[in-house]
């Protein structure tokens, strides 16, 4: 069964910065997409960021380009996104899930599992 950790979030300053780790387990294939996505309330689910498990691949939404940092440590199976200068624009659910047999995937109908999210708070 697959399954993700999601830590790190938390109320922070506007240009301050937070870590965000998500660790999963029960993966069967070696083909795969994991992203990040953020829901603020009464929005719709929006993809942040992603990495491709078959080259390392990375994407970004323009909204966090320069600003935000995903990777992998293959070893801890756990993905990380470092967030920097954040904005109250940025507070948000944050997500992390999966999307098997995809290189890389930004729309979250793509993915197949998710994790419990973590709550981020930017303060202005």
């Known amino acids: 069964e697959v399954q993700f950790v999601e830590s790190g979030g938390g109320l922070v300053q506007a240009g301050g910065s937070l870590r965000l780790s998500c660790a999963a387990s029960?993966?069967?294939?070696?083909?795969?997409?994991i992203g990040w996505f953020r829901q603020a309330p009464g929005k719709e689910r929006e993809g942040v960021s992603c990495?491709?498990?078959?080259?390392?691949?990375?994407y970004y939404a323009d909204s966090v380009k320069g600003r935000f940092t995903i990777s992998s440590d293959n070893a801890k199976n756990t993905v990380y996104l470092q967030m920097n200068s954040l904005k109250p624009e940025d507070t948000a659910i944050y997500y992390c899930g999966a999307a098997f047999g995809v290189v890389a995937a930004m729309n979250p109908r793509s993915y197949d599992y998710w994790g419990q999210g973590t709550q981020v708070t930017v303060s202005s």
């Open positions: 990495i491709s498990s078959s080259d390392g691949s990375t």
């Open positions: 029960g993966f069967t294939s070696d083909d795969y997409a």
